[in-house]
Every structure is written in C-alpha cells, then in structure tokens.
C-alpha cells in the first residue's frame, strides 16, 4: 500500500495502532496523507481517530461507520463524492477547515456530543437530511456554494451558523432545533425554513436575505430576532413565537409577515415597498408559553412599536395595536389598518377624583395616552413619555388614514382622542382652552350624541320654567281700534292700539302656561316661527333659546352622522 493506493475497509474494526499504519502507509514524501477511493461503510473505529490534512482523491464513503471516542476531520480535502450517510460519531466531531469539492452526504447521520464544522467548505451540492445532533454543533464561517439540505434535521441542543455563507438554496424544511443562532449568516439564494420548530430562540441578528426567503411556517418557544437583517428579495415570514424583533431590519422588496401569539418591536424598520403584517398564520402547532392574558383574540400579533417606520408602506391586518407606540413614526396618516384591529379602552366603572365621581367615555385609546394618563401598572422608561401635543399629532394622523379608509367611526374615537391631547396640551390661561373645555362639555367634541342630547332637554326645560315663570303675560294683549266720522260722511280713519303686555301675577305655572311655554320653547329650537306675545324677560330669553338650543341639536345630529356613516 502507498500513497493514494484504494482502501476498502467495510465491516472492519480499526483500532487506534491499525489506523496508524494505515495513515504511515498512505503518507507522502511530503508528510500528507492521500487515499485513492475509500470505502469504511459499516466500519467501527475503537480509538481516537484523525483524519486530519487527509486528501481523499476517490469516492469516499462512511456510511453506517461507527466512531466510537472521536473523529477528527481538521483540514481534510475530499476531492470527490464523500458520503457519511447512517454514519454515527458516540463522541462528536471535528470538520474545522475541512474542504468538501465534490457532492457530500451527511443524512441520517447521527453525533452525540459537541461537533464543529468551523470554516467548513462544500464546494458542490451537500445534504443533511434527517440527520441528528444531540449536542451542540457549530458551522460558524463555513462556506455552502452549492445548494444545502437540512431537512428533516434534528438540532437538539443549540445550531450555530454564525457568518456562515450559503451560495444557493439552503433547505431546513421541517428541521428542529434547540437554539439556532445565525447572526451575520449570508443567504444569497432562497432560504425555506418550512414547518421547521425552535424550542428556545431563533436569532439572525444582521443576516442577509439576498434570495426569495421563505421563514416559516415557523414555531418558537420564545423569541425570533430579525433585528437588522437585510432582506433583498420578496419575502415571507410565517411564524409563532413570545416575540418578534424587526428593530432596524430592510426589507427592500414587498414582504409578508404573519406572526401569531408574538409582540413585535418594529422600532425604526424599514419597508422600501408594499409590505403586510397581519395575524393570519398557517396552521403549525402553538409553541408553549405563548399564551397572552387580556381581551381580544390570543393568537393576533401584538406590534410594540412603530418608532422611525416609513408606514406608508405598511398594512397592519388582525392585529393588536393595543400596545403600540406611535409617537415617531413616519407618515402615520398613511398606515393601513384591516380586519379586526385592537386597541384599549379607558377604564370602566365610576371612578372618584377629587372627591367627585368621573366616568371615562367609551372609545378607542392609544399606549401613549394610557401611559400619559398613568394608566399603566408598570410605566417603562418614563423619561420617553411624549407630550400630549405629541400625542396629539399622533392620534391626527391616525384619525387621517381612518378618513381616507372612508372608516368614520373609527376616525370618531381617533378624533375624540385627539381633542382630549388638545384640551390638556394648552393652559387654563388661554381662551383656546376654554373653548374646547366647552366643546367638550356640551357635546364631546360633537361626538357624544347623549351628552348633547342630555343638555338640550335640560336646557329646554330651562327654558319652558322661565318662560312660565317671567316670560308669558298675565293676559294676551288686547287691541282697540278708534276713529272718527267725518260729519259730512266721508273717509274714515282707525287707529289701532294694543297693550303692552303685563308680567304676570298670581300662579305662573299652570297647565295653560305651560302648554304656551313648550309651544314657545319647540318653536324657537325647530320651528322657528315666532308670533306668540311675550314679556320683555321673555324676548330676551327667547333669543336665548334662539340662539343655544338649535346649537345643541345640531351638535346631538353631529355626533349621529359620525357613528353611522360608513
């Protein structure tokens, strides 16, 4: 036996002192061991076996081989096809720098400890079907030119492919990893993590998506970390999970993210186009401890934060924006919202303040001002708290995109929203102030039919009281006519008199006067036809009526319209 000579060792046991004659017998001049083809299908290695800075110039197979301590591939060169399908490794191993020029099969193969692929490179088409790490396994910076298939793989512990580079397709359909940790990863052709399951955490932390990238449907136990990846091609991100970090990731092509169960922090992303974030995931089971408490459907993806985000990109559907921060994001009044889309709602019940009970309106209700309002059980980072003028522009734009949507109730409660940071965002100094403190007072900024409505009676009624009480006369005013005949006959000339009318005496509020009085008071708010004698206290509260009460009606139609216009 020489260098390079055949080597077929199938079935056979080979101790640490036979492997060592092996290698004597196949090194060089150089010191470099080379093997012609070499077929170890079935064998057993009993020791600690280094292949390292072997070159296997044929077909080289392991297939269903048994390494029982440790295999050590270290700078090996495998010029044609290597196969180690079945193969099993008791104790790990190591590839580090090993060099794979031809197609290479790992499937079904099984490694019991801590293995390492650092720097590893496949020059050709490399499978990983079915195969089995029960320990952690590393590929950092290695090197897949060619297409690479984990599917069906099973990573039990945590898989690393830290700044590793994948040439073409890279296929983890239906793999199951412990942790995978992929930051910096570079996948330049499509990447398919279909129904794939991560037990703990899913991390591409500055990957590169350069090809049509398929993340999901994806299962994980706690968080996915997108957070400044780039994404150069259409993508589709389907997963379940705790939480979702997009922060500072470019998705440059259109992208659709369904997420479930997650919140997702959005915090200064860019969308370049179109792109969609809805709750609508293909049926994958639900990984454990995702469950979220509170009202609303559990499954809807919860959006943190939209901080520094282009939304006229964005289409937000079945989401939950309950917890979203608004304040910073870029042509907000062009967000889309679709489906059932949740926010909170104020507090319910009566609550005392200063001693007088409050009772929170109904409506809509951005984080911002929960938190502003201190309605938050645990206030995070209060030195970020936006202003209510900030919260104002916020809840304006908002209103905007339910207008352009033709979505008027919902822009209603944006709107209320936004008067109520108006209100509180100028002091009691200026006139702008009370003017709006009324607005509010009377009508809830027009949108409170109710409230309106409440005051009008209270103001009719106002209204028939005194009316009864100093504006009708005792009695209607009578009118004399007088003239005189000429004594020759002739043209005869009347003048007509009528008295003033006289306040009233006696019992002012009696079924007569009070039917004068509503007749009067109906009249003057919508009618508007006048004639009936009043007082001179009558006039003037009659002008009153004028002038108030039809306000108040049309500020109760107001607030109607709002509601039911679609």
Same mark, same amino acid.
């Given at each position: 036996?020489?260098?390079?000579?055949?080597?077929?060792?199938?079935?056979?046991?080979?101790?640490?002192?036979?492997?060592?004659?092996?290698?004597?017998?196949?090194?060089?001049?150089?010191?470099?061991?080379?093997?012609?083809?070499?077929?170890?299908?079935?064998?057993?290695?009993?020791?600690?076996?280094?292949?390292?800075?072997?070159?296997?110039n044929?077909?080289?197979?392991f297939?269903?081989?048994?390494?029982?301590?440790?295999?050590?591939?270290?700078?090996?060169?495998?010029?044609?096809?290597?196969?180690?399908?079945?193969?099993?490794f008791s104790?790990?191993?190591?590839?580090?720098?090993? +060099?794979?020029?031809?197609?290479?099969?790992?499937?079904?193969?099984?490694?019991?400890?801590?293995?390492?692929?650092?720097?590893?490179?496949?020059?050709?088409?490399?499978?990983?079907?079915?195969?089995?790490?029960?320990?952690?396994?590393?590929?950092? /910076?290695?090197?897949?030119?060619?297409?690479?298939?984990?599917?069906?793989?099973?990573?039990?512990?945590?898989?690393?492919?830290?700044q590793?580079?994948?040439?073409?397709?890279?296929?983890?359909?239906?793999?199951?990893?412990?942790?995978? /940790?992929?930051?910096?990863?570079?996948?330049?052709?499509?990447?398919?993590?279909?129904?794939?399951?991560?037990h703990?955490?899913?991390?591409?932390?500055?990957?590169?998506?350069?090809?049509?990238s398929?993340?999901?449907?994806l299962?994980?136990? $706690?968080?996915?970390?997108?957070?400044?990846?780039?994404f150069?091609s259409?993508?589709?991100?389907?997963?379940?999970?705790?939480?979702?970090?997009?922060? #500072?990731?470019?998705?440059?092509?259109?992208?659709?993210?369904?997420?479930?169960?997650?919140?997702?922090?959005?915090?200064?992303?860019?969308?370049?186009?179109?792109?969609t974030?809805?709750?609508?995931?293909?049926?994958?089971?639900?990984?454990?401890?995702? +469950?979220?408490a509170?009202?609303?459907?559990?499954?809807?993806?919860?959006?943190?934060?939209?901080?520094?985000?282009?939304?006229?990109?964005?289409?937000?559907?079945?989401?939950?924006?309950?917890?979203?921060?608004?304040?910073?994001t870029?042509?907000?009044?062009?967000?889309?919202?679709?489906?059932?889309?949740?926010?909170?709602?104020?507090?319910?019940?009566?609550?005392?303040?200063?001693?007088?009970?409050?009772?929170?309106?109904?409506?809509?209700?951005?984080?911002? +001002?929960?938190?502003?309002?201190?309605?938050?059980?645990?206030?995070?980072f209060?030195?970020?708290?936006?202003?209510?003028a900030?919260?104002?522009?916020?809840?304006?734009?908002?209103?905007k995109?339910r207008?352009?949507?033709?979505?008027?109730?919902?822009?209603?409660?944006?709107?209320?929203g936004?008067?109520?940071?108006?209100?509180?965002?100028?002091?009691?100094?200026?006139?702008?102030?009370?003017?709006?403190?009324?607005?509010?007072l009377?009508s809830?900024?027009?949108?409170?039919?109710?409230?309106?409505?409440?005051?009008?009676?209270?103001?009719?009624?106002?209204?028939?009281?005194?009316?009864?009480?100093?504006?009708?006369?005792?009695?209607?005013p009578?009118?004399?006519a007088?003239?005189?005949?000429?004594?020759?006959?002739?043209?005869?000339?009347?003048?007509?008199?009528?008295?003033?009318?006289?306040?009233?005496?006696?019992?002012?509020?009696?079924?007569? #006067?009070?039917?004068?009085?509503?007749?009067?008071?109906?009249?003057?708010?919508?009618?508007?036809?006048?004639?009936?004698?009043?007082?001179t206290?009558g006039?003037?509260?009659e002008?009153?009526?004028?002038f108030?009460?039809?306000?108040?009606?049309?500020?109760?139609?107001?607030?109607?319209?709002?509601?039911? $216009?679609?």
């Amino acid at each position: 036996m020489s260098p390079g000579s055949d080597v077929d060792l199938r079935g056979t046991e080979i101790s640490e002192a036979l492997f060592t004659r092996l290698r004597n017998a196949l090194t060089n001049e150089s010191g470099e061991p080379h093997f012609g083809r070499a077929s170890f299908n079935q064998a057993r290695f009993l020791g600690s076996i280094d292949f390292g800075e072997f070159t296997f110039n044929g077909v080289t197979s392991f297939n269903e081989s048994h390494f029982e301590v440790g295999a050590d591939f270290t700078g090996s060169k495998f010029i044609s096809m290597a196969t180690f399908s079945r193969a099993h490794f008791s104790r790990g191993a190591r590839f580090e720098a090993t +060099e794979f020029d031809s197609f290479a099969s790992f499937d079904l193969a099984r490694f019991d400890l801590h293995s390492t692929f650092l720097q590893v490179h496949f020059s050709h088409i490399n499978t990983f079907k079915g195969v089995i790490f029960d320990g952690a396994v590393g590929f950092e /910076y290695a090197r897949f030119d060619e297409g690479v298939s984990f599917d069906q793989a099973r990573f039990a512990s945590t898989a690393s492919f830290a700044q590793a580079e994948f040439g073409n397709d890279a296929q983890f359909t239906r793999a199951n990893f412990g942790d995978l /940790y992929a930051p910096s990863a570079k996948f330049h052709a499509a990447v398919d993590f279909n129904r794939s399951n991560v037990h703990e955490t899913a991390t591409f932390q500055g990957a590169s998506f350069g090809g049509k990238s398929s993340i999901g449907p994806l299962s994980c136990g $706690k968080n996915l970390i997108l957070a400044d990846a780039s994404f150069l091609s259409s993508s589709l991100i389907e997963v379940m999970a705790e939480r979702v970090s997009c922060v #500072r990731s470019r998705f440059e092509e259109s992208a659709t993210l369904r997420i479930s169960y997650a919140t997702v922090f959005l915090d200064q992303a860019a969308f370049l186009q179109p792109s969609t974030i809805t709750s609508d995931v293909a049926n994958v089971p639900r990984p454990s401890g995702t +469950e979220r408490a509170g009202d609303g459907d559990p499954t809807a993806a919860s959006i943190s934060s939209l901080r520094g985000v282009d939304a006229s990109m964005l289409l937000l559907s079945s989401v939950d924006i309950s917890t979203c921060r608004f304040s910073g994001t870029h042509h907000l009044d062009q967000l889309r919202l679709e489906g059932i889309w949740r926010t909170q709602r104020p507090p319910s019940g009566i609550l005392w303040r200063r001693g007088l009970p409050r009772r929170w309106t109904k409506r809509q209700v951005i984080f911002e +001002e929960r938190q502003w309002r201190g309605w938050v059980a645990h206030n995070t980072f209060p030195e970020l708290l936006p202003s209510p003028a900030i919260i104002t522009t916020s809840y304006r734009q908002l209103r905007k995109a339910r207008e352009d949507a033709k979505d008027e109730p919902g822009a209603a409660d944006f709107y209320y929203g936004e008067m109520e940071m108006r209100r509180h965002s100028k002091g009691w100094g200026t006139a702008e102030r009370w003017l709006i403190q009324l607005y509010w007072l009377l009508s809830g900024y027009g949108l409170r039919a109710s409230r309106a409505l409440g005051w009008l009676t209270l103001a009719m009624m106002t209204t028939i009281l005194l009316m009864m009480g100093f504006g009708l006369p005792q009695d209607s005013p009578t009118q004399e006519a007088t003239g005189v005949v000429p004594p020759g006959g002739g043209k005869v000339t009347f003048e007509i008199d009528k008295d003033d009318p006289q306040n009233p005496t006696g019992d002012h509020f009696t079924g007569e #006067r009070f039917d004068k009085a509503l007749s009067v008071t109906l009249n003057s708010v919508i009618f508007r036809s006048g004639g009936e004698e009043l007082t001179t206290a009558g006039g003037y509260i009659e002008m009153v009526s004028r002038f108030s009460e039809p306000v108040l009606l049309g500020l109760a139609a107001l607030a109607i319209r709002g509601r039911v $216009k679609r």
